[in-house]
């Protein structure tokens, strides 16, 4: 059964703290009516949150707990997962900071997957300075990935619309060998489901990019259409799913093909990011999709180059707790649904 909504609790995860994670977190809950949309708790220090919400002169109040079950509806309540000082040097990279990043993050990754906590939003990190021989991920969606049930796939979400992809940290040149018959049917599977149970679309459209310019113009700029992507395609399609393409990219977003469909996979990375930052306008949300748990995050980085100047935008992270407690509802009313289907009337 779903909480009512103020007891929903929100799990954050801090990121790189020489970013503009913490502003954006801040700024986002000094907005009192949040409060009656979800309960936070930040997984970070509560010393050192005061600290930064000093330096930013925010008002905003801090309720230090040591354990999960001192959480109060209504406050911003900081769980003390570390004890020792943190040094801040906002805009570098460092390493010890991704240390903390990183406990953050899998503090509130273990609450998330007991059940601790209702949801996970995630701020930033940089994911070269969280690397070390405990943690070799290139980021929140891999580990994620490991520690829950599913199939993780990035979904980026602002309003109505939705990209995803079938492939996401890669190097481009090894994206065509990934473009497995199997990985093409569990990504659209993936996001199909998704539609379904978490945006409650009960019958969605969903488009696929090609891979090469012009979708290889017939095999004279590249195969992977006609051998890979078209077969998977119709396959797809015949057992009832409403799959199309592919699609050239470069004039799909350009024409507003895209509001056709209700999501619209890309075959790489910034194939589908490019275009989505361009029109989501500073408000995009990235969305964990195809796990047992919830996890969203803003679709910007650390900022460095503004980070502690009190300038960030907060847009993306509200958005990005909005999103997951929108998924949250969704999600559980399909599950209720699911589990007491109508009776049908006896002859």
Known sequence: MMKNAENIIVGISIGDLNGIGSEVVLKTFED??????????????VKIM?????????????????????????????????????????GENDEKIGEFAIKSFVAATKALKEGLVDLLVTAPINKYNIQSEEFKFPGHTDYLDQELEGDALMLMVQ???????????????????????DLI????????????????????????????????????????????????????????????????????FGSNQYEKYDAVIATYHDQGLIPFKTLSFGKGVNYTAGLDKIRTS???????????????DYNSFKEAVY?????????????????????????
Not at 34 to 42: G, K, Q
Not at 61 to 79: A, C
Not at 298 to 312: E, L, Q, S
Not at 329 to 337: D, K, N
Request: proline share 5%.
């Open 32 to 45: 009192s009516r949040m409060f009656e949309l979800c309960t936070p708790v930040i997984f970070a220090n």
């Open 298 to 312: 803003p679709d910007h980085g650390t900022a460095y180059d503004i980070a502690g100047k009190g300038v960030a």
């Open 185 to 252: 049917i569990r990504k659209i599977e993936t996001v199909r489901r998704t539609l379904v149970q978490d945006f409650s679309i009960s019958k969605p459209k969903i488009a696929v990019l090609g891979l090469n310019p012009h979708c290889g113009d017939g095999g004279v700029i590249g195969k992977e259409e006609d051998v890979i992507l078209k077969p998977v395609l119709k396959k797809i399609f015949e057992k009832g799913t409403l799959v199309f393409g592919p699609f050239a990219a470069d004039g799909f």
């Open 50 to 90: 005061s600290f930064i919400k000093k330096g930013l002169g925010s008002e905003v109040v801090l309720h230090g707990i040591d354990k999960l079950d001192q959480v109060l509806p209504g406050k911003i309540n900081v769980l003390n997962v570390w004890k020792e000082g943190v040094d801040l040097n906002p």
């Open 159 to 181: 309003d109505n619309l939705r990209v995803g992809l079938l492939t996401d940290h890669i190097p481009l040149n090894e994206v065509a060998s990934h473009l497995t018959e």
């Open 323 to 347: 999103l997951a407690l929108d998924v949250y509802r969704s999600r559980a009313q399909y599950m209720e649904i699911s589990q007491k289907p109508l009776k049908t009337r006896e002859k």
